[in-house]
């Protein structure tokens, strides 16, 4: 099992940029792939980027590509969300999230097994 804690969120302007930060527990990070997930007020939870294992294979939403970057630093049991030239519809709950599985890597919301409390990002125009 592992635990998430998410931080980095706050309020920024738009085209501003912030860093997502999210710590992960436990001696096995390195074999979770991990993700960031997004739920704004009234929507449902959505798929924003992922990577694999070792980092070598990242996807992303097409509405943030571009413009965000997923890493990982698996010594640091951390992975990252750099999120760059925010617009306002970029404001939401920020979730991180691992997979228990050998899955290479993971895109759909509901697939994750465990998941962070939340960081707020808000974006003013």
């Known amino acids: 099992q592992v635990q998430l804690v998410e931080s980095g969120g706050g309020v920024v302007q738009a085209g501003?940029?912030?860093?997502?930060?999210?710590?992960?527990?436990?001696?096995?990070?390195?074999?979770?792939?991990?993700?960031?997930?997004?739920?704004?007020?009234?929507?449902?939870?959505?798929?924003?980027?992922?990577?694999?294992?070792?980092?070598?294979?990242?996807?992303?939403?097409?509405?943030?590509?571009?413009?965000?970057?997923?890493?990982?630093?698996?010594?640091?049991?951390?992975?990252?969300?750099?999120?760059?030239?925010?617009?306002?519809g970029d404001a939401a709950v920020y979730y991180c999230a691992a997979k228990a599985s050998t899955t290479i890597i993971v895109i759909t919301t509901t697939s994750y097994d465990y998941w962070g409390q939340g960081t707020q990002v808000t974006v003013s125009s």
């Open 16 to 88: 501003g940029s912030l860093r997502l930060s999210c710590a992960a527990s436990g001696r096995t990070f390195s074999s979770y792939p991990m993700g960031w997930l997004r739920q704004a007020p009234g929507k449902e939870r959505e798929f924003v980027a992922a990577i694999s294992r070792n980092g070598a294979v990242t996807r992303y939403a097409d509405s943030v590509k571009g413009r965000f970057t997923i890493s990982r630093d698996n010594a640091k049991n951390t992975v990252y969300l750099q999120m760059n030239s925010l617009k306002p």
